[in-house]
């Protein structure tokens, strides 16, 4: 996990309580559905990004996590980059900033 609801204004979106939801994509094509809680980077016990989803079963891979399976909340660049400060620039609390990434033509390309 390379995001935390301290990296930028996502943890607005995630705390302002009305029911908004991002949507949540992941490079597991087909499997065993399976709910999950999703937490952030951080120590924090408030780092959770989704209480409930559910996804096909997900792969983890302790040793290398290229062999894990990658999950994507959509549509969130315009409210996490552009508010992490001068001073957050190696992340808050453990976490790391976020990766970026595009949707071009229905292929995912890293910024």
Known sequence: MD???FSGRLIEIIESGDGFR?????????GEPV????GGASCAGT???VKEVCLPRLRTDHQDERNSS??????TGAYTLDY????QKAGFNGARL?????????????D
Request: aromatic content about 14%; cysteine-free.
């Open 3 to 5: 995001l935390s609801v």
């Open 22 to 30: 991002y949507p949540v994509e992941t490079t597991e094509a087909q």
């Open 35 to 38: 709910t999950y809680q999703i």
């Open 47 to 49: 780092d959770i990004l």
């Open 70 to 75: 990658r999950i994507y909340f959509l549509n």
């Open 84 to 87: 992490i400060a001068v001073g």
């Open 98 to 110: 976020p990766g970026v990434y595009y949707l071009k033509g229905g292929r995912i390309e890293k």
